[in-house]
């Protein structure tokens, strides 16, 4: 675990983390509105801001206390700044050169560096004439080439178009899963956490508020990750073969989604399933004879409070997942809804994330 409680006042802004402990395993997302303390609290954990006090532990390694205060050097963390903050004056393969000849563990070549971040042919390319995601993966190289203890990554996409955040999303995933280096990531976009997060530390007025898995972050009702769209489900599971109409199942043995759109890649691997809470109806009886694709047994384990004549009910699928339902008050006084009742939800929309 990365634990501590830590503090620093920069101008008018005052971090006060109060006691707080961060996974060291998977990917770890800081997520808060802009002006949280996300970035400021990344630099304090990597040894940048030397005005920090506290207590900082990683896996019962001592990094600073009032006595004692490892530079980041020693801490062996490799950092991916949202500029990428490469060299210039240097091509590609000077630049992960540059970093491995700094780092403590030389087990790694430039070469398979090169190879894992997919820039193996522009080694001798001058980093001024790549793209903005190219610029992104050797930054990510850059950092992971001295094989650091953790990885933190401060919102690395926020320059990028649209397929350059999907491109260095998936790299992300598959370093994370290769490597089995922990990751911290900072964002504010709710469905980048929804796509990237084992877990998530909810960041507000400079404190660490609550460090959860993705699953609990998404069953609470009123999570700041709604804030922007509304209640979202997150469903894991796998993708299947494509049938005669083109449609792939989607989920497990337990549960199936109908998935459309898809070509006819086969992935063994787990995938994430996002379903707006707005997308999905409830049904008393058995749904029948519709243009729906997806409808399925649920279980109402909470119904929160009525807000702008709405509420949000939690369902639970077979396999124990959760699905959030937003319907009318007026539907739920109709329909007589309660806690421990099985009905039929019925989605009308989903997306599938990073495919």
Request: contains cysteine; charged residues 25%; negative net charge.
């Amino acid at each position: 675990m990365l634990e501590g409680n830590l503090k620093l006042q920069i101008g008018k802004f005052h971090l006060t983390t109060g006691d707080f402990s961060l996974p060291t395993t998977g990917i770890t997302v800081l997520f808060g509105r802009s002006g949280a303390g996300k970035s400021t609290l990344l630099r304090a954990l990597a040894g940048l801001e030397p005005k920090t006090i506290g207590l900082l532990k990683f896996n019962e390694t001592l990094w600073q206390n009032e006595d004692t205060c490892l530079v980041t050097e020693k801490r062996n963390i490799g950092f991916v700044f949202q500029d990428a903050a490469l060299f210039p004056h240097m091509n590609v393969r000077e630049n992960l050169e540059y970093a491995l000849k700094r780092s403590i563990e030389r087990t790694e070549s430039v070469e398979s560096m090169a190879m894992k971040i997919g820039m193996e042919h522009k080694l001798n390319q001058n980093v001024q004439s790549l793209s903005g995601g190219e610029i992104q993966r050797v930054a990510i190289g850059r950092a992971l080439i001295s094989k650091p203890k953790i990885l933190c990554m401060d919102e690395p996409l926020s320059a990028l178009d649209h397929q350059a955040k999907n491109e260095i999303l998936l790299l992300i995933e598959s370093l994370a899963k290769d490597s089995k280096i922990p990751i911290i990531y900072i964002t504010h976009s709710p469905d980048v956490v929804e796509r990237l997060a084992d877990h998530v530390a909810l960041i507000a007025n400079g404190r660490v508020e609550r460090v959860m898995t993705l699953k609990e972050a998404l069953s609470q009702m009123d999570s700041p990750l709604f804030d922007e769209e509304g209640a979202v489900s997150v469903i894991e599971g796998r993708i299947g073969e494509s049938d005669e109409h083109g449609l792939r199942n989607f989920g497990n043995d337990l549960i199936n989604f109908k998935l459309t759109g898809l070509d006819s890649r086969t992935c063994e691997e787990q995938h994430r399933l996002r379903i707006l809470a707005r997308n999905v109806s409830i049904a008393l009886d058995t749904p029948e004879r519709m243009s729906i694709l997806n409808h399925m047994r649920v279980t109402i384990v909470d119904i929160s409070p009525k807000k702008n004549g709405r509420v949000i009910v939690l369902c639970k699928l077979a396999d124990s997942q959760t699905l959030m339902s937003e319907i009318t008050g007026y539907s739920l006084a109709t329909l007589n809804l309660e806690v421990g009742m099985e009905v039929f939800a019925l989605v009308k929309s989903v997306s599938l994330l990073g495919f």
